[in-house]
């Protein structure tokens, strides 16, 4: 089976390029790439009419709520919620019901995401069992019962000697550890930054230093260990300076930040409007623009989408007592191409964050547009506006704080490994 596409602008992150082009498909993995490509015999042609052909994205830390919270979200439902976003590739969080800590666990969602999800889904498993921060999972059985990495999620793990323990038994094993750079205890029942505006709004915030504390235990500890280590959502500027030290000083270390937190700011709360509270709670915008220049220069490395389904009734609540969180594999795209669009980021910079730095990290032969690479692909159109309707979104839950916004940028298609996933009408 042949795939050609033509009439393409080529975003290839590996090289930093974005030039017109084609590309050639053949038994699910890119075949060639360059300006003049004839079809082969039988093969079928894509004119992209001048639209953007770039990497699947590949997104760490999406939630899926099974097993325990099904009518959330599901293998089924992510998978077409991703599909429709351009996501080829969904690694997921352990943060469900019961949490994913044992074989038997991991090999049983598995078994849901292999059935029912049109895209590759790559699990994590609890870094501790129940992520109850006592006891350490076992690391080694879960890696060969396909766990690419491991996390307690927003559990931050309080006590210090289990953490180190759990840092050198994964650092003798390879395994990546992924942790939430916050102080728990300033963190405890915040739902908003500290500063004039959540004090002009009566809410239980928190200071930005929570999260460089957070981020200074942790790397003090990835030093003293050795450990493979990545922060999930790097989102105040106090934060950058300690993680561009511990980078300088080649420590195995990189960082994601959210979506949200590079397009909204604190403000975007309004009147307690519950839809925006996510976790850590939105910065400043001056947080905001740092973030986004620090991925820019490639100090924080991934962009996630940080999907988190919540169901109608834990946001229908006064604001602190709705639970965080926010859908986003469908918005993922658009609102990076706010940056974009606002000249803040080029295409190439975006997917080298969405596609070709996540894949690296998980050691995956993905997001890269180049000869022998699996032909995960995403075509979208940068410039079409819409305004969008959370109602038409394919996820469950749809909490997305983009609701009614104006938004730039559409999926025209999505394919894994060459197979169409997905394909706008």
Same mark, same amino acid.
């Not at 602008?9 to 030039?19: E, Q, V």
């Not at 599909?83 to 080829?88: C, I, K, L, S, Y």
């Not at 504390?213 to 790097?234: C, F, K, N, P």
């Not at 300690?242 to 959210?258: F, M, Q, W, Y």
């Given at each position: 089976?042949?795939?050609?596409?033509?009439?393409v602008?080529?975003?290839?992150?590996?090289?930093g390029?974005?030039t017109p082009?084609?590309?050639?498909?053949r038994?699910?993995?890119?075949?060639?790439?360059?300006?003049?490509?004839?079809?082969?015999e039988?093969?079928?042609?894509?004119? $992209?009419?001048? +639209?953007?052909?770039?990497? $699947?994205?590949?997104d760490?830390?999406?939630?899926?709520?099974?097993?325990?919270?099904?009518?959330?979200?599901s293998?089924k439902?992510?998978?077409? +919620?991703a599909?429709?976003g351009?996501?080829?590739t969904?690694v997921?969080?352990p943060?469900? &019901?019961?949490?994913?800590?044992?074989?038997?666990a991991?090999?049983?969602?598995? %078994?849901?995401?292999?059935a029912?999800?049109?895209?590759?889904?790559?699990?994590?498993?609890a870094?501790?069992?129940?992520?109850?921060g006592?006891?350490?999972? #076992?690391?080694?059985?879960?890696? /060969?019962?396909?766990?690419?990495?491991?996390t /307690?999620? /927003?559990?931050?793990?309080?006590?210090?000697k289990?953490?180190?323990?759990?840092?050198?038994?994964?650092?003798?094993?390879g395994?990546?550890?992924? $942790?939430?750079p916050?102080?728990?205890?300033?963190?405890?029942?915040?739902?908003?930054?500290s500063g004039?505006?959540?004090?002009?709004?009566?809410?239980?915030?928190?200071?930005?230093?929570? #999260?460089?504390?957070?981020?200074d235990r942790?790397?003090?500890l990835?030093?003293m260990t050795?450990?493979?280590?990545?922060?999930d959502?790097?989102?105040?500027a106090?934060?950058?300076?300690?993680?561009?030290?511990?980078?300088?000083?080649?420590?195995?270390?990189?960082a994601?930040?959210?979506?949200h937190?590079?397009?909204?700011?604190?403000?975007?709360?309004?009147d307690?409007?519950?839809?925006?509270?996510?976790?850590?709670?939105?910065?400043?915008e001056?947080?905001?623009m740092?973030?986004?220049?620090?991925?820019?220069?490639?100090?924080?490395d991934?962009?996630?989408?940080?999907?988190?389904?919540q169901?109608?009734?834990?946001? %229908?609540?006064p604001?602190e007592?709705a639970?965080?969180g926010a859908?986003?594999l #469908?918005?993922?795209?658009?609102?990076?191409l706010r940056?974009?669009?606002? #000249?803040?980021?080029?295409l190439?910079?975006?997917?080298r964050?969405?596609?070709?730095?996540?894949?690296r990290?998980?050691?995956?032969?993905?997001?890269?547009?180049e000869?022998?690479?699996?032909?995960?692909?995403?075509?979208f /159109?940068?410039d079409?506006?819409?305004v969008?309707?959370?109602?038409?979104l394919?996820?469950? &839950?749809?909490?997305?704080?983009?609701?009614?916004?104006?938004?730039?940028?559409?999926?025209?298609?999505?394919?894994?490994?060459?197979?169409?996933?997905?394909r706008?009408?």
């Amino acid at each position: 089976m042949s795939l050609l596409f033509t009439n393409v602008r080529l975003i290839d992150p590996a090289g930093g390029t974005d030039t017109p082009g084609r590309l050639l498909v053949r038994d699910g993995r890119i075949a060639e790439v360059g300006p003049d490509i004839a079809a082969p015999e039988g093969a079928e042609v894509i004119d $992209g009419r001048g +639209a953007c052909l770039a990497p $699947g994205i590949v997104d760490i830390g999406v939630k899926v709520c099974e097993p325990g919270e099904r009518h959330k979200e599901s293998y089924k439902s992510a998978g077409k +919620a991703a599909a429709a976003g351009g996501v080829t590739t969904i690694v997921t969080r352990p943060d469900t &019901s019961p949490a994913i800590d044992t074989p038997e666990a991991l090999e049983f969602v598995n %078994r849901r995401a292999q059935a029912d999800a049109p895209v590759n889904v790559l699990p994590m498993a609890a870094l501790t069992k129940g992520r109850e921060g006592r006891e350490m999972t #076992e690391i080694g059985f879960l890696m /060969d019962a396909g766990a690419v990495a491991f996390t /307690d999620c /927003d559990r931050v793990v309080t006590n210090t000697k289990v953490f180190s323990r759990a840092l050198s038994y994964a650092r003798s094993l390879g395994a990546l550890v992924i $942790g939430h750079p916050q102080d728990p205890g300033l963190s405890d029942g915040a739902a908003a930054t500290s500063g004039k505006f959540a004090t002009l709004r009566g809410l239980p915030s928190v200071s930005p230093m929570a #999260e460089r504390m957070g981020l200074d235990r942790d790397l003090s500890l990835v030093e003293m260990t050795g450990a493979r280590y990545h922060a999930d959502q790097i989102t105040t500027a106090r934060a950058l300076p300690a993680l561009e030290r511990a980078k300088a000083n080649g420590l195995d270390v990189t960082a994601g930040t959210s979506i949200h937190h590079l397009t909204l700011n604190e403000l975007d709360v309004a009147d307690y409007r519950t839809f925006f509270k996510v976790k850590p709670p939105l910065r400043s915008e001056d947080d905001r623009m740092a973030t986004a220049e620090a991925v820019r220069t490639g100090l924080i490395d991934i962009i996630s989408s940080m999907h988190t389904p919540q169901d109608e009734e834990s946001k %229908r609540l006064p604001y602190e007592e709705a639970a965080s969180g926010a859908v986003a594999l #469908e918005t993922l795209l658009p609102a990076a191409l706010r940056l974009y669009h606002a #000249e803040l980021l080029d295409l190439p910079t975006l997917f080298r964050a969405m596609s070709l730095n996540p894949a690296r990290r998980l050691g995956l032969d993905a997001g890269r547009l180049e000869t022998g690479a699996p032909a995960d692909l995403l075509l979208f /159109d940068p410039d079409v506006p819409f305004v969008l309707d959370r109602a038409t979104l394919k996820s469950k &839950s749809q909490n997305t704080p983009f609701d009614g916004q104006r938004m730039q940028g559409r999926v025209l298609g999505t394919w894994v490994a060459g197979r169409p996933v997905y394909r706008r009408n």
